[in-house]
């Protein structure tokens, strides 16, 4: 008897790529060959960007071209910008990146082409429309006036300055920049899957980031970091000592056989690397806004989860307390991150459509057989 399919998929390698790579046992991850602890701090996010969609590291003309492509594409089309508010009034947030990714395709000259030179248009334009797209959800649902981008600031300081109408700090603004580097790839993770399977079929880049959109959407992919940042919320409101009480509930909900969310990985068997940078974040910003709680909640959950189930913080842990301390709604965390992957989606579609090859797994059929259809009028 043949063996039984793997469930999900698990282990199964489904393309090549020469994108990002994990050493789950070793705890790596990189970029295009780059360690992301290399990376990180020292290499923007829009290098990165260019990096993963363009193939090498940028020099500085290169950087400069790639720079003014994203600061063009900072803009929303008339067909998305003229349905925004009825979007903001009436959809969630990952529901409406789902409809304004679409809805901007109508608007991109490049659409329908996916001609190498074209998709490497449309990724960039994609990756610098999708924090206006945040940002301008939130400014329509809140009923205040969209703020213009900033052209001297960068994507994540023109971020937070789009988000709140304010000029961040600039430390503000380099450690959104490191979390946009962070989780910029992750080799075939579910809604990178989509996406390819989408863009092999060779339907455009914009269908294939609609289809990694709502693959995000789902709760066992994407919401993590913000069921993170709900669950320290409801914790504090419940009274006490916060750290005794973290240290009880979570062992509490550990002895029940309860999940906690933002631990463990399918494919880390130690450290997330991206959480140990996180982690550090998450201190420094709790120190600077002077009511660090949250941070040291997240440290004693953390003990506690380690000593019970041996399990380690995953991206998603820290990145929680990291954009609660910017002052990035919850509900936008999961957004947040999609701002940060389009990066990836976008590459992973151009290499697909590179070297393309139609993704179809077989299945393994579990009904009935040899079944006898009797016509109505016949019983």
């Keep these: ?9 698990a282990d199964v390698v489904a393309a090549s790529t020469a994108l990002s790579d994990i050493d789950g046992h070793a705890g790596r991850l990189s970029y295009r060959g780059y360690d992301i602890n290399e990376l990180t701090g020292n290499a923007t996010f829009e290098e990165v960007s260019y990096l993963l969609q363009r193939g090498t590291q940028p020099n500085p003309a290169e950087l400069d071209g790639y720079l003014a492509e994203f600061a063009a594409g ?3 089309g008339p067909l998305a910008a003229a349905d925004l508010s009825g979007i903001a009034a009436r959809q969630q947030p990952m529901e409406a990146l789902r409809s304004l990714v679409s809805l901007a395709s109508a608007d ?13 248009r449309k990724a960039a334009r994609l990756t610098a429309q999708q924090p206006v797209l945040i940002a301008s959800y939130q400014a329509a649902r809140t009923g205040r006036e969209p703020t213009a981008p900033d ?16 000029k961040p700090e600039p430390r503000a603004a380099e450690i959104l920049d490191a979390c946009l580097v962070l989780h910029a790839d992750h080799t075939m993770n579910a809604s990178t899957f989509a996406a390819r399977v989408c863009a092999a079929t060779l339907s455009d880049m914009h269908s294939a980031v609609v289809a990694a959109l709502g693959t995000l959407k789902g709760t066992l992919h994407g919401g993590a970091n913000e069921q993170v940042m709900l669950g ?3 914790i504090r409101a419940s009274g006490g000592d916060p750290l005794e009480a973290t240290g009880r509930q979570v062992a509490e909900r550990l002895r029940q056989g309860e999940k906690i969310m933002g631990f463990g990985h399918r494919v880390y068997k130690t450290e997330d690397p991206r959480a140990a940078h996180l982690r550090k974040m998450s201190a420094e910003l709790g120190a600077a806004t002077g009511d660090d709680t949250y941070y040291r909640m997240s440290r004693r959950m953390e003990e506690v989860v ?13 990145a929680a307390t990291v954009y609660h301390y910017l002052g990035i709604p919850t509900d936008l965390f999961t957004p947040v991150f999609s701002a940060s992957r389009m990066a990836g989606w976008t590459a992973h579609v151009i290499e697909q459509h590179a070297d393309n090859r139609l993704i179809r797994p077989d299945s393994e059929y579990i009904g009935e057989s040899g079944l006898s259809w009797v ?4 019983r």
């Design 375 to 378: 016509p109505l009028g016949a």
């Design 151 to 166: 052209p001297g600031l960068g994507t994540a300081a023109n971020f937070l300055l789009q988000l709140s109408g304010e």
């Design 74 to 76: 900072r803009v929303i």
């Design 232 to 234: 320290l919320e409801a």
């Design 306 to 318: 380690f000593a019970e189930k041996g399990l380690y913080p995953n991206v998603d842990f820290y």
């Design 1 to 9: 008897m043949a063996d039984k399919p793997a469930r999900g998929l």
């Design 108 to 120: 991109d000259p490049d659409a329908r082409s996916n001609e190498s030179a074209a998709n490497l």
